[in-house]
Protein backbone atom coordinates (compact mmCIF):
# COMPACT_ATOMS: atom_id res chain seq x y z
CA UNK A 1 0.00 0.00 0.00
CA UNK A 2 1.26 4.07 -0.12
CA UNK A 3 3.14 3.02 3.16
CA UNK A 4 5.19 0.63 2.06
CA UNK A 5 5.85 2.62 -1.23
CA UNK A 6 6.98 5.45 0.81
CA UNK A 7 9.77 3.20 2.48
CA UNK A 8 10.49 0.89 -0.66
CA UNK A 9 11.18 4.55 -2.57
CA UNK A 10 13.68 5.75 0.31
CA UNK A 11 17.51 5.66 -0.68
CA UNK A 12 18.76 3.32 1.86
CA UNK A 13 22.02 2.26 3.19
CA UNK A 14 22.29 -1.38 4.79
CA UNK A 15 24.67 -1.43 7.42
CA UNK A 16 23.94 -4.83 9.13
CA UNK A 17 23.94 -7.83 6.73
CA UNK A 18 26.31 -10.73 6.43
CA UNK A 19 26.84 -11.70 3.02
CA UNK A 20 26.95 -15.53 3.95
CA UNK A 21 23.97 -15.03 5.20
CA UNK A 22 22.21 -13.75 2.05
CA UNK A 23 22.74 -17.41 0.76
CA UNK A 24 19.72 -18.42 -0.65
CA UNK A 25 18.25 -21.83 -0.71
CA UNK A 26 17.87 -21.45 -4.41
CA UNK A 27 21.48 -20.32 -5.21
CA UNK A 28 22.75 -22.70 -2.39
CA UNK A 29 21.18 -25.80 -4.55
CA UNK A 30 22.39 -24.24 -7.83
CA UNK A 31 26.25 -23.91 -6.63
CA UNK A 32 26.15 -27.21 -4.62
CA UNK A 33 25.50 -28.85 -7.97
CA UNK A 34 27.70 -27.03 -10.09
CA UNK A 35 30.33 -28.17 -7.07
CA UNK A 36 29.43 -31.43 -7.58
CA UNK A 37 28.24 -31.40 -3.96
CA UNK A 38 25.79 -33.50 -1.36
CA UNK A 39 24.07 -31.12 0.69
CA UNK A 40 23.64 -32.11 4.09
CA UNK A 41 23.63 -30.83 8.06
CA UNK A 42 26.58 -32.86 9.70
CA UNK A 43 25.66 -33.28 13.06
CA UNK A 44 22.10 -35.40 12.46
CA UNK A 45 23.58 -36.44 8.82
CA UNK A 46 20.59 -35.42 7.37
CA UNK A 47 20.99 -35.25 3.33
CA UNK A 48 19.09 -33.02 1.52
CA UNK A 49 17.82 -34.74 -1.51
CA UNK A 50 15.26 -31.57 -2.93
CA UNK A 51 15.26 -27.66 -3.38
CA UNK A 52 12.28 -28.21 -0.95
CA UNK A 53 13.92 -30.21 1.39
CA UNK A 54 16.55 -27.35 1.57
CA UNK A 55 14.17 -24.46 1.67
CA UNK A 56 12.52 -26.42 4.81
CA UNK A 57 15.53 -26.44 6.64
CA UNK A 58 15.82 -22.64 6.43
CA UNK A 59 13.03 -22.37 9.09
CA UNK A 60 15.40 -22.55 12.39
CA UNK A 61 13.80 -24.13 15.47
CA UNK A 62 15.94 -22.73 18.49
CA UNK A 63 15.14 -22.90 21.86
CA UNK A 64 14.42 -19.61 23.40
CA UNK A 65 14.74 -18.76 27.34
CA UNK A 66 11.64 -20.48 28.90
CA UNK A 67 10.58 -22.26 25.62
CA UNK A 68 11.01 -25.88 25.24
CA UNK A 69 10.85 -27.78 21.68
CA UNK A 70 9.30 -30.25 21.04
CA UNK A 71 10.92 -32.48 18.55
CA UNK A 72 14.82 -31.62 19.73
CA UNK A 73 16.46 -34.09 18.22
CA UNK A 74 15.07 -32.93 14.50
CA UNK A 75 16.08 -29.37 15.72
CA UNK A 76 19.05 -27.22 14.79
CA UNK A 77 20.61 -23.83 15.66
CA UNK A 78 20.94 -21.27 13.84
CA UNK A 79 24.70 -21.27 13.81
CA UNK A 80 24.46 -24.45 12.54
CA UNK A 81 22.06 -23.73 9.77
CA UNK A 82 24.64 -20.66 8.66
CA UNK A 83 27.47 -22.35 8.93
CA UNK A 84 26.47 -25.64 6.77
CA UNK A 85 25.61 -22.99 4.00
CA UNK A 86 29.18 -21.46 3.77
CA UNK A 87 29.97 -25.34 2.10
CA UNK A 88 29.29 -24.70 -1.25
CA UNK A 89 31.21 -21.83 -1.45
CA UNK A 90 34.53 -22.67 -2.73
CA UNK A 91 35.58 -21.07 -6.02
CA UNK A 92 36.14 -17.37 -6.48
CA UNK A 93 32.65 -17.89 -9.08
CA UNK A 94 30.83 -18.87 -6.01
CA UNK A 95 31.91 -15.61 -3.88
CA UNK A 96 31.22 -14.01 -6.59
CA UNK A 97 27.88 -15.42 -7.20
CA UNK A 98 26.85 -14.94 -3.63
CA UNK A 99 27.34 -10.77 -3.37
CA UNK A 100 26.23 -10.62 -6.57
CA UNK A 101 23.09 -12.36 -5.76
CA UNK A 102 22.74 -9.84 -2.74
CA UNK A 103 23.34 -6.66 -4.15
CA UNK A 104 20.83 -7.74 -6.79
CA UNK A 105 18.46 -7.91 -4.38
CA UNK A 106 19.45 -4.33 -2.64
CA UNK A 107 18.82 -2.66 -5.71
CA UNK A 108 15.63 -3.68 -6.20
CA UNK A 109 14.83 -2.40 -2.32
CA UNK A 110 16.81 1.22 -3.42
CA UNK A 111 19.84 0.11 -1.33
CA UNK A 112 22.27 2.70 -2.94
CA UNK A 113 25.21 1.75 -0.15
CA UNK A 114 26.45 -0.96 1.81
CA UNK A 115 28.52 -2.48 4.05
CA UNK A 116 28.82 -6.03 3.83
CA UNK A 117 30.32 -8.14 6.78
CA UNK A 118 31.82 -11.26 5.96
CA UNK A 119 33.47 -14.26 8.19
CA UNK A 120 36.92 -15.16 6.28
CA UNK A 121 37.69 -17.93 9.38
CA UNK A 122 34.79 -19.60 8.09
CA UNK A 123 36.01 -20.10 4.53
CA UNK A 124 40.07 -20.52 5.44
CA UNK A 125 39.09 -23.14 7.99
CA UNK A 126 38.05 -25.44 4.74
CA UNK A 127 40.83 -24.54 3.28
CA UNK A 128 39.46 -21.42 1.12
CA UNK A 129 41.94 -19.17 -0.08
CA UNK A 130 41.69 -15.43 0.62
CA UNK A 131 42.08 -14.69 -3.27
CA UNK A 132 39.40 -16.91 -4.35
CA UNK A 133 37.62 -15.58 -1.70
CA UNK A 134 38.24 -11.55 -1.58
CA UNK A 135 38.71 -12.55 -5.38
CA UNK A 136 35.23 -12.84 -6.19
CA UNK A 137 33.93 -10.49 -3.03
CA UNK A 138 36.06 -7.32 -4.98
CA UNK A 139 34.45 -8.42 -8.81
CA UNK A 140 31.16 -8.20 -7.08
CA UNK A 141 31.54 -5.08 -5.64
CA UNK A 142 33.22 -3.10 -8.78
CA UNK A 143 30.33 -4.92 -10.80
CA UNK A 144 27.50 -3.94 -8.51
CA UNK A 145 29.15 -0.46 -8.68
CA UNK A 146 28.59 -0.05 -12.61
CA UNK A 147 25.67 -2.23 -12.93
CA UNK A 148 23.42 -1.87 -10.14
CA UNK A 149 25.11 1.80 -8.65
CA UNK A 150 25.41 0.32 -5.66
CA UNK A 151 28.51 1.47 -4.01
CA UNK A 152 29.67 -1.09 -0.75
CA UNK A 153 32.87 -0.80 1.41
CA UNK A 154 33.42 -4.12 4.05
CA UNK A 155 33.65 -5.26 7.25
CA UNK A 156 35.58 -7.97 8.06
CA UNK A 157 34.31 -10.24 11.30
CA UNK A 158 36.24 -12.37 13.65
CA UNK A 159 34.42 -15.37 14.56
CA UNK A 160 34.22 -14.71 18.56
CA UNK A 161 34.04 -18.45 19.22
CA UNK A 162 37.72 -19.09 18.01
CA UNK A 163 40.83 -18.46 19.49
CA UNK A 164 42.17 -14.98 19.66
CA UNK A 165 45.58 -16.49 17.63
CA UNK A 166 43.07 -17.30 14.86
CA UNK A 167 41.76 -13.79 14.74
CA UNK A 168 45.46 -11.94 15.00
CA UNK A 169 46.08 -14.29 11.85
CA UNK A 170 43.17 -13.17 10.06
CA UNK A 171 43.90 -9.49 10.96
CA UNK A 172 47.25 -9.66 9.03
CA UNK A 173 45.83 -11.65 6.39
CA UNK A 174 43.10 -8.86 5.44
CA UNK A 175 45.84 -6.07 5.40
CA UNK A 176 46.39 -6.21 1.52
CA UNK A 177 42.91 -5.71 1.23
CA UNK A 178 42.69 -2.71 3.23
CA UNK A 179 41.34 -0.42 0.31
CA UNK A 180 38.40 -2.45 0.06
CA UNK A 181 37.75 -2.93 3.52
CA UNK A 182 37.26 -0.46 5.70
CA UNK A 183 36.18 -1.88 8.97
CA UNK A 184 36.83 -4.87 11.65
CA UNK A 185 33.90 -6.50 13.39
CA UNK A 186 33.37 -8.98 16.04
CA UNK A 187 30.10 -11.95 15.31
CA UNK A 188 29.55 -15.84 15.66
CA UNK A 189 28.36 -17.26 19.16
CA UNK A 190 28.56 -14.82 21.99
CA UNK A 191 28.30 -17.79 24.51
CA UNK A 192 31.44 -16.57 27.39
CA UNK A 193 33.40 -14.61 24.62
CA UNK A 194 32.91 -11.24 25.46
CA UNK A 195 34.30 -8.26 23.59
CA UNK A 196 37.19 -7.18 26.27
CA UNK A 197 38.86 -10.91 24.94
CA UNK A 198 39.80 -9.07 21.57
CA UNK A 199 40.51 -5.85 22.58
CA UNK A 200 44.38 -5.96 21.63
CA UNK A 201 43.42 -6.41 18.03
CA UNK A 202 40.97 -3.82 17.71
CA UNK A 203 43.00 -1.77 19.37
CA UNK A 204 45.89 -2.39 16.87
CA UNK A 205 43.09 -2.07 13.81
CA UNK A 206 41.93 1.37 15.06
CA UNK A 207 45.67 2.44 15.27
CA UNK A 208 45.51 1.13 11.54
CA UNK A 209 42.78 3.25 10.31
CA UNK A 210 40.01 0.44 10.56
CA UNK A 211 36.82 1.22 11.70
CA UNK A 212 34.90 -1.11 14.61
CA UNK A 213 32.11 -2.46 15.59
CA UNK A 214 30.75 -5.45 17.01
CA UNK A 215 27.79 -7.87 17.69
CA UNK A 216 26.07 -8.15 21.40
CA UNK A 217 23.42 -10.45 20.43
CA UNK A 218 19.88 -9.76 22.11
CA UNK A 219 19.31 -13.03 24.34
CA UNK A 220 22.56 -13.04 25.96
CA UNK A 221 22.33 -13.19 29.60
CA UNK A 222 26.19 -10.73 29.54
CA UNK A 223 24.58 -8.88 27.24
CA UNK A 224 24.49 -5.37 29.32
CA UNK A 225 28.31 -5.86 30.26
CA UNK A 226 28.99 -6.70 26.88
CA UNK A 227 27.67 -3.45 25.50
CA UNK A 228 29.43 -1.74 28.69
CA UNK A 229 32.70 -3.16 26.78
CA UNK A 230 31.84 -2.23 22.97
CA UNK A 231 30.44 1.73 24.05
CA UNK A 232 33.94 2.68 26.14
CA UNK A 233 36.75 -0.28 26.15
CA UNK A 234 37.03 -1.56 22.93
CA UNK A 235 39.98 -0.24 20.63
CA UNK A 236 40.88 1.96 23.47
CA UNK A 237 37.98 4.34 23.84
CA UNK A 238 34.93 2.21 22.52
CA UNK A 239 33.70 1.08 19.16
CA UNK A 240 31.43 3.49 17.03
CA UNK A 241 29.19 0.83 16.23
CA UNK A 242 27.48 -1.45 18.02
CA UNK A 243 25.60 -4.35 16.30
CA UNK A 244 22.10 -5.05 18.00
CA UNK A 245 22.28 -4.25 21.72
CA UNK A 246 18.90 -3.67 22.15
CA UNK A 247 18.90 -4.64 26.10
CA UNK A 248 21.02 -1.07 26.26
CA UNK A 249 17.46 0.37 26.09
CA UNK A 250 16.82 -1.02 29.69
CA UNK A 251 19.43 0.95 31.36
CA UNK A 252 19.63 4.81 31.17
CA UNK A 253 23.17 4.19 31.86
CA UNK A 254 24.25 2.56 28.84
CA UNK A 255 22.09 4.59 27.14
CA UNK A 256 24.18 8.02 28.20
CA UNK A 257 27.60 6.08 27.88
CA UNK A 258 26.04 5.16 24.23
CA UNK A 259 24.98 8.67 23.53
CA UNK A 260 28.53 10.33 24.87
CA UNK A 261 30.43 7.84 23.38
CA UNK A 262 28.85 8.69 19.89
CA UNK A 263 27.93 5.43 19.16
CA UNK A 264 26.07 4.16 16.17
CA UNK A 265 23.71 0.93 16.55
CA UNK A 266 22.49 -1.24 14.13
CA UNK A 267 18.97 -3.27 14.48
CA UNK A 268 17.65 -5.70 12.66
CA UNK A 269 14.08 -6.72 14.12
CA UNK A 270 12.64 -9.67 12.68
CA UNK A 271 15.72 -11.89 14.08
CA UNK A 272 14.76 -10.78 17.90
CA UNK A 273 11.15 -12.31 17.68
CA UNK A 274 13.27 -15.91 18.12
CA UNK A 275 14.65 -14.10 21.25
CA UNK A 276 12.15 -11.87 22.79
CA UNK A 277 8.73 -11.02 22.84
CA UNK A 278 7.34 -8.06 20.84
CA UNK A 279 6.19 -6.17 24.11
CA UNK A 280 10.42 -5.87 24.90
CA UNK A 281 11.75 -5.60 21.51
CA UNK A 282 9.32 -2.65 19.91
CA UNK A 283 9.44 -0.64 23.16
CA UNK A 284 13.61 -1.13 22.71
CA UNK A 285 14.01 0.15 19.38
CA UNK A 286 11.83 3.13 20.27
CA UNK A 287 13.38 4.01 23.34
CA UNK A 288 16.67 4.36 21.52
CA UNK A 289 15.04 6.13 18.53
CA UNK A 290 13.63 8.60 20.85
CA UNK A 291 16.86 9.16 22.68
CA UNK A 292 18.27 10.23 19.98
CA UNK A 293 20.80 7.46 19.39
CA UNK A 294 21.64 7.09 15.63
CA UNK A 295 19.97 3.40 15.07
CA UNK A 296 20.19 1.62 11.29
CA UNK A 297 17.52 -0.98 10.33
CA UNK A 298 19.72 -3.87 8.85
CA UNK A 299 19.01 -7.83 7.20
CA UNK A 300 21.40 -9.51 9.05
CA UNK A 301 20.55 -12.97 7.76
CA UNK A 302 17.46 -12.84 5.33
CA UNK A 303 17.08 -16.00 4.25
CA UNK A 304 17.53 -17.84 7.70
CA UNK A 305 14.83 -14.85 8.73
CA UNK A 306 11.25 -15.81 6.91
CA UNK A 307 13.07 -14.47 4.10
CA UNK A 308 12.87 -11.10 5.26
CA UNK A 309 14.94 -8.41 3.36
CA UNK A 310 15.80 -4.78 4.67
CA UNK A 311 12.89 -3.75 3.44
CA UNK A 312 10.57 -6.23 5.70
CA UNK A 313 12.83 -5.45 8.55
CA UNK A 314 12.05 -1.35 8.02
CA UNK A 315 8.26 -2.06 7.46
CA UNK A 316 7.89 -3.69 10.41
CA UNK A 317 9.77 -1.73 12.59
CA UNK A 318 7.46 0.84 11.34
CA UNK A 319 4.34 -0.53 12.29
CA UNK A 320 5.48 -1.52 15.69
CA UNK A 321 7.02 0.97 16.41
CA UNK A 322 4.40 3.12 15.10
CA UNK A 323 6.69 5.23 13.34
CA UNK A 324 5.78 8.28 10.95
CA UNK A 325 7.18 9.10 7.32
CA UNK A 326 9.07 11.47 8.82
CA UNK A 327 10.44 9.54 11.58
CA UNK A 328 11.36 6.61 8.60
CA UNK A 329 13.37 9.23 6.76
CA UNK A 330 15.20 10.27 10.23
CA UNK A 331 16.50 6.77 10.58
CA UNK A 332 17.45 7.06 6.95
CA UNK A 333 19.60 10.09 7.36
CA UNK A 334 20.78 8.83 10.45
CA UNK A 335 21.82 5.51 8.68
CA UNK A 336 23.79 7.60 6.33
CA UNK A 337 25.56 9.91 8.93
CA UNK A 338 26.74 6.46 10.72
CA UNK A 339 27.81 5.36 7.69
CA UNK A 340 31.43 4.69 6.79
CA UNK A 341 30.86 5.84 3.29
CA UNK A 342 33.05 8.44 1.86
CA UNK A 343 32.02 11.92 2.22
CA UNK A 344 31.55 12.21 -1.40
CA UNK A 345 28.75 9.06 -1.30
CA UNK A 346 27.24 10.33 1.67
CA UNK A 347 26.60 13.57 -0.61
CA UNK A 348 24.83 11.80 -2.97
CA UNK A 349 22.81 8.96 -0.85
CA UNK A 350 21.75 12.36 1.76
N1 LIG B 1 24.66 -13.23 15.35
C1 LIG B 1 25.97 -13.43 15.51
N2 LIG B 1 26.76 -13.75 14.50
C2 LIG B 1 26.24 -13.88 13.28
C3 LIG B 1 24.91 -13.67 13.06
C4 LIG B 1 24.07 -13.33 14.15
O1 LIG B 1 22.84 -13.14 14.02
N3 LIG B 1 24.70 -13.87 11.73
C5 LIG B 1 25.89 -14.18 11.18
N4 LIG B 1 26.82 -14.18 12.11
ZN1 LIG C 1 24.57 -9.86 12.55
Redo the contacts with the bound molecule.
Keep these: DADDKFVLELPKVELHV ?1 I ?2 TLTPELRWELAKRNGQTLKLERTETVYTSLEQLRASYTIMEPRPGHSIDNAEESFT ?2 EA ?1 YGGFEVLVTEQDFFDLAMNYFRRAASMNVRYCEP ?1 F ?1 PQGHTRRGVSWATMMGGFRRAQQEAEKSLGIKSNWIM ?1 FLRDLPVESAMEHYQAVLPYRDMVVGIGL ?4 TNRPPSLFADIFALARQAGFRLTC ?1 C ?1 VGQPTTHENIRQVASVLGGSGAERLDHGLNAAQSQELIQLIKKNGVGMTITPW ?1 YLRHQPVNEIFPRIRTLFDAGIPTAIGS ?2 PPYMEDCWIIHHLLLAKKMCVFTDHDMATLARRSVDMSWASESTRAEIR
Excluded at 187 to 190: F, G, L, M, P, V
Aim: include cysteine.
Design positions: HEGFFYFDCDSDEHDGDD
